[in-house]
Antibody, heavy 122, light 107 residues
Framework: EVQLVESGGGLVQPGRSLRLSCAAS????????MHWVRQAPGKGLEWVAG????????GYADSVKGRFTISRDNAKNSLYLQMNSLSAEDTAFYYC???????????????WGQGTLVTVSS | DIQMTQSPSSLSASVGDRVTITCRAS??????LNWYQQKPGKAPKVLIY???SLQSGVPSRFSGSGSGTDFTLTINSLQPEDLATYYC?????????FGQGTKVEIK
């Protein structure tokens, strides 16, 4: 059974940093691209970042480019999102998600984690 | 960026009704279109991938069709547990984008 478990969310002040982690199990992690997708409370889904199976292909939404960094450690079956210079507009549930294929810009997402809430407020 | 436009934004239907949700892409995405169901307070769950392939374990009353720019999600015989918001998603052309969602309510 595919499981994706996010951690690292919480309350953070504007301008500060936060690192999210996602522990993956139930599939061969380094055979698939991975994503972070966020959802502000009561709003729709927004793709944040994606990374290919071997970290060779990465992409970011314009809204986070230059502030967020996606990475993965295939030896640890883990996905990460380093978030810097956070603002209130980054407040959302952040979901770790598995792609159907090797590259983040190919087949789309199949499995999702339960999400971790990031609240940016003073 | 590719814009994904869903219609309607919300609908109310009775148990047993056939429900159709459409998703239009601002340019061709071939068949690289997935559909997700998100129940209140839960993470999204994939229903359909590659426009028309039913994800394992998803009830057969859900079906998808379309290619290019126009896609459809159909729920045959709506059930009470289908109360949810439904999203379409393309990742064929970067950046990946989602539709704005269609909220399905039960009369």
């Amino acid at each position: 059974e595919v499981q994706l478990v996010e951690s690292g969310g919480g309350l953070v002040q504007p301008g500060r940093s936060l690192r999210l982690s996602c522990a993956a199990s139930g599939f061969t992690f380094d055979d698939y691209a991975m994503h972070w997708v966020r959802q502000a409370p009561g709003k729709g889904l927004e793709w944040v970042a994606g990374i290919g199976w071997n970290s060779g292909n990465k992409g970011y939404a314009d809204s986070v480019k230059g502030r967020f960094t996606i990475s993965r450690d295939n030896a640890k079956n883990s996905l990460y999102l380093q978030m810097n210079s956070l603002s209130a507009e980054d407040t959302a549930f952040y979901y770790c998600a598995k792609d159907l294929g090797l590259y983040y810009d190919s087949s789309g997402i199949d499995y999702w984690g339960q999400g971790t809430l990031v609240t940016v407020s003073s | 960026d590719i814009q994904m436009t869903q219609s309607p934004s919300s609908l109310s239907a009775s148990v047993g009704d056939r429900v159709t949700i459409t998703c239009r892409a601002s340019q061709s995405i071939s068949s690289f279109l997935n559909w997700y169901q998100q129940k209140p307070g839960k993470a999204p769950k994939v229903l359909i991938y590659a426009a028309s392939s039913l994800q394992s374990g998803v009830p057969s009353r859900f079906s998808g069709s379309g290619s290019g720019t126009d896609f459809t999600l159909t729920i045959n015989s709506l059930q009470p547990e289908d109360l949810a918001t439904y999203y379409c998603h393309q990742s064929h052309i970067t950046p990946p984008t989602f539709g704005q969602g269609t909220k399905v309510e039960i009369k």
